[in-house]
C-alpha cells in the first residue's frame, strides 16, 4: 500500500480497525504470563478464527500479531533466536484470516495487513540505558522479517514514550515507504506515562512522517473525547482511536472489560464526530464490539484534514506554538562559547554545569526557545552538543533551536532530540543547502533560513529576495511547508552600511505580508561597533516589532529589550500582551 492509497482510504470512508487480540486470545485458552508468540504459532487456528471474525466484523486494517515479537521481549522468555519464525508465521496467520474469510463470504473488498509494533519494555536514555541507536536497531530488526513476508502497512501502538515512537519510526522509514500509523496509550491525566499530551505527540509525530496518528489502549472511549479534540485541532494526518472496552475491573482475580458492544459502538461514533476516521477496538473489545461500531459509523465521512500546517516545536512534554501575528518571541542567545572564556574552560574538560545554568536562568527569564551552539576550537563539537542537549532538556522544558555550522553536528542532534526542533539555519551555500533541507524534512524540524550563498551576503533586497525564494521554493519541493520556515532578517551593522536597518525591517514586512513567513533576527549585529548599544538595539527592536517580526535571538536577561518587546505587544494590542506587561 502507498501512503497515497492510505491517504485515499482513510479520506474516503471511516476505516475499520479490528478489536483486541490477547485479551480475546486469553478468553480462547491463552494463559496469563505464557510466551504470547509461542502460544500463537502452536494454536494457529484460534488466531486466524479470531482475526477472522474481526474480518466479517467489519475490519479494513487487520493488525497481524507481531505486537511484542521483537528481540528484547522475545528475550524476557529465552525465545530470542525464533524472532525469524515468529514474525513470518503471525503474518502468516492473518494471511490465512484473509484467505478464509473470502472463501466462505465471497467478498472481495480491499483489506489491509497492518504489521504490529510496540514498545521493548526497556526504557531509552535518558530514562533508562537503552541507547536511542540500540532501540532503531531492535526496531529494525523486526520490521525487516515483517517486511520479508510482505505486509501493507504499519502500526506502532501502545507507546508510552515519545522517543521510542520517534526511534520505531525512523527504523521504518529507513527501511521502506509503507504507511505508518503511530499511536499512544494515554492515562486518566490526558497524558501519557512519560508526561506527553495529545496534541505535542500529534505536532511532533505528524511532522516526523507518520501517516496517522493515535491513541490506543488507555481507557474507555468516553474518557477520550478531549484528547481526539486536542489531535484533531492540529492534524494533518488523520487521527486514529482504538479504546479498550471501558476501565478494567478485578472481579473474582480477573480482569472484566466492562462496556458492552452497544455503548462501545455508540461512545466511538462521539469519537468519530470528534474527528478520528480510524476507529478500532483495544483490550476487552471483541468480534461483536467492531461489530456494532462498524454499522454504526458506516453512512460517516471523514472529517477534512487541516490543510494548513502548524508554526510549532516541541519537547517530549509540551509544545511552543509560533503566531505569526501573536506574541513577540524570544530565542535565548546565551549557550554560545564564542567570547566565553569560562564556558570554554568548562567545555575543554567535558562539563556542562554552565550550560546547565544558563539553559535555567534564560528560562526563568522568559525565553520561549533556547538556541544551543557550541561551536568552539579543541572539543568534540558534535559529543558536547549532545551532551549539553540531554543537559538542557534535563533541566529545562523548553523547545531548542540547534545552531551549528557542521551538518554532521545537526543531524546527530536532531536524530537523538526527543520531540521537534529549530535548525539554526539554513542558506544557499551549496552544500547546507543540498544536504540540510532533506535532513529537516527527514527529522521533522523547523528551519531558519539564512539568506546567504556561497557568494556571501546578498547584494541587494532584490538578491535577497530570490535566495529566500529559491530555498523556499526547494523545500516545497520536498513536502516542507511555509510554516517549517523562519527567515533570518540578516541584519548589517548600522554603523558600516546607514540603511541596514531599514533593509532588515523591508525583509521582515516582505516574509510576512508577501509570503505569510515567520521571521527572526539577531539583535546586537545592528549596534556593532557604536557606543550606547543598548539603545540602538532596543530601538531597532520596537521598529522591527512593528514591521511584523516574530522572533529575535537575544539575550533575555538584558531588561530593557524584553521590557522593549513586551512594551512593543501591548502598543500593538496583541492578544495577552497587557498582561505580560503588567508582569
Ligand atoms: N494489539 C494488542 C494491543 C494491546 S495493548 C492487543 O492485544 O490487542
Redo the contacts with the bound molecule.
Keep these: 500500500m502507498t501512503k497515497q492509497e492510505f491517504l485515499s482510504l482513510t479520506q474516503s470512508k471511516i476505516v475499520i480497525l479490528?478489536?483486541?487480540?490477547?485479551?480475546?486470545?486469553q478468553k480462547r485458552g491463552m494463559a496469563a504470563g505464557v510466551c504470547?508468540e509461542c502460544w500463537m504459532v502452536d494454536n494457529k487456528e484460534k488466531v486466524v478464527e479470531l482475526q477472522r471474525e474481526f474480518l466479517e466484523a467489519g475490519t479494513d486494517i487487520l493488525?497481524a500479531?507481531t505486537?511484542t515479537a521483537n528481540r528484547i521481549k522475545l528475550e524476557e522468555y529465552g525465545q530470542t533466536d525464533r524472532i525469524v519464525e515468529f514474525n513470518r508465521e503471525l503474518i502468516k496467520i492473518s494471511k490465512e484470516a484473509i484467505r478464509l474469510y473470502r472463501e466462505k463470504s465471497g467478498d472481495q473488498r480491499n483489506i489491509y495487513i497492518a504489521a504490529?509494533m510496540?514498545m521493548t519494555g526497556e526504557q531509552v536514555y535518558p530514562v533508562g540505558k537503552l541507547a536511542f541507536e540500540d532501540l532503531v536497531e531492535v526496531y529494525k530488526e523486526q520490521a525487516k522479517y515483517l517486511l520479508l513476508e510482505g505486509v501493507d502497512l504499519f502500526?506502532v501502538?501502545?507507546m508510552m514514550s515519545l522517543q521510542e515512537c520517534r526511534a520505531a519510526l525512523l527504523a521504518i522509514k529507513e527501511l521502506c515507504d509503507l504507511p505508518v500509523m503511530v499511536s499512544m496509550?494515554y492515562t486518566e491525566t490526558g497524558r501519557t506515562f512519560f508526561g506527553t499530551d495529545p496534541k505535542t505527540a500529534m505536532i511532533t509525530l505528524q511532522s516526523l512522517g507518520a501517516d496517522a496518528v493515535g491513541v490506543?489502549?488507555s481507557t474507555g472511549p468516553e474518557k477520550m473525547h478531549t484528547i481526539i479534540k486536542d489531535m484533531k485541532k492540529y492534524a494533518y494526518v488523520p487521527v486514529m482511536a482504538?479504546p479498550?472496552a471501558g476501565i478494567p475491573k478485578l472481579v473474582d482475580g480477573h480482569t472484566v472489560f466492562p462496556m458492552e458492544a452497544e455503548e462501545f459502538a455508540l461512545e466511538m461514533e462521539g469519537l468519530v464526530k470528534e474527528g478520528a476516521s480510524i476507529i478500532g477496538?483495544?483490550?476487552g473489545?471483541t468480534p461483536k464490539h467492531i461489530k456494532r461500531m462498524a454499522d454504526r459509523v458506516k453512512n460517516f465521512i471523514p472529517q477534512p484534514l487541516n490543510e494548513k500546517h502548524i508554526r510549532a516545536l516541541t519537547t517530549e512534554r509540551t509544545t511552543t506554538t509560533i503566531d505569526l501575528s501573536g506574541r513577540f518571541m524570544i530565542i535565548g542567545e546565551r549557550i554560545n562559547p564564542t567570547g566565553k572564556t569560562k564556558l570554554q574552560e568548562q567545555l575543554r574538560q567535558g562539563d556542562v554545569s554552565l550550560v546547565s545554568k544558563m539553559a535555567v536562568e534564560q528560562s526563568e527569564l522568559g525565553a520561549d526557545i533556547l538556541d544551543l551552539n557550541l561551536g568552539m576550537n579543541g572539543i568534540d563539537e558534535k559529543e558536547m552538543m549532545l551532551l549539553s542537549m540531554h543537559e538542557v532538556l534535563r533541566v529545562t522544558d523548553i523547545p531548542l533551536c540547534i545552531d551549528s555550522s557542521h551538518i554532521d553536528v545537526i543531524e546527530a542532534a536532531l536524530r537523538l532530540y526527543p520531540g521537534r526542533a529549530l535548525i539554526n539555519s539554513i542558506s544557499l551555500e551549496k552544500e547546507k543547502f543540498e544536504k540540510l533541507l532533506p535532513i529537516a524534512k527527514k527529522y521533522g524540524a523547523m528551519f531558519i533560513l539564512l539568506p546567504l550563498s556561497d557568494q556571501g551576503l546578498p547584494k541587494d533586497m532584490e538578491e535577497k529576495k530570490l535566495i529566500i525564494q529559491t530555498i523556499l521554493n526547494q523545500a516545497l519541493k520536498l513536502g516542507l511547508t511555509k510554516e517549517d520556515i523562519i527567515v533570518d532578517g540578516l541584519v548589517n551593522t548600522v554603523g558600516a552600511n546607514k540603511t541596514a536597518a531599514l533593509e532588515a525591517l523591508e525583509t521582515i514586512r516582505y516574509c510576512k505580508e508577501e509570503l505569510g513567513i515567520a521571521t527572526v533576527v539577531g539583535l546586537s549585529n545592528i549596534s556593532f561597533g557604536l557606543p550606547e548599544r543598548q539603545f540602538i538595539n532596543s530601538t531597532f527592536l520596537a521598529f522591527a516589532i512593528q514591521a511584523g517580526l516574530t522572533m529575535a535571538i537575544a539575550n533575555p536577561s538584558q531588561d530593557l529589550l524584553m521590557n522593549t518587546a513586551f512594551a512593543a505587544d501591548l502598543l500593538l494590542g496583541k492578544e495577552d500582551a497587557a498582561e505580560r506587561y503588567i508582569q
Design positions: 479490528d478489536g483486541a487480540t490477547g485479551s480475546n486470545l504470547p493488525f500479531p505486537f504490529d510496540t502500526v501502538e501502545t496509550t490506543n489502549c482504538k479498550n477496538g483495544c483490550c473489545s
